[in-house]
Nanobody, 117 residues
Framework: VQLQASGGGLVQPGGSLRLSCAVS????????MGWYRQAPGKQRELVAS???????TYADSVKGRFTISRDNARTTVYLRMDSLKPEDTAVYYC????????????WGQGTLVTVSS
């Protein structure tokens, strides 16, 4: 499985961005897709996830502002980010968990989101 994240950039506080993660390879082995982020000096944290059945979960810090979704072919996963705050600044990674593993196993290369005026 290969993951390619894109869509990061510089945005002002209160603005929006949409991240994309292109998924290729053995996509039908994947049962959960997630977006993580890592800010400078902080640990990587799970921001949002979506299961093959489209059940979604969110970190408390982004609930009501971020939306994770995927296309019907399961080849692209999106993270829509609204009402962005400076504390959302981080490198965002998409990740995939195969059904036969307990944890996320495949990772994209990361895309930088900077929220600043």
């Amino acid at each position: 499985v290969q993951l390619q994240a894109s869509g990061g950039g510089l945005v002002q506080p209160g603005g929006s961005l949409r991240l994309s993660c292109a998924v290729s390879g053995s996509i039908f082995s994947i049962d959960v897709m997630g977006w993580y982020r890592q800010a400078p000096g902080k640990q990587r944290e799970l921001v949002a996830s979506i299961t093959s059945g489209r059940t979604t979960t969110y970190a408390d810090s982004v609930k009501g502002r971020f939306t994770i979704s995927r296309d019907n072919a399961r080849t692209t996963v999106y993270l829509r980010m609204d009402s962005l705050k400076p504390e959302d600044t981080a490198v965002y990674y998409c990740a995939a968990k195969p059904s036969y593993r307990p944890n996320y196993h495949y990772w994209g290369q990361g895309t930088l989101v900077t929220v600043s005026s």
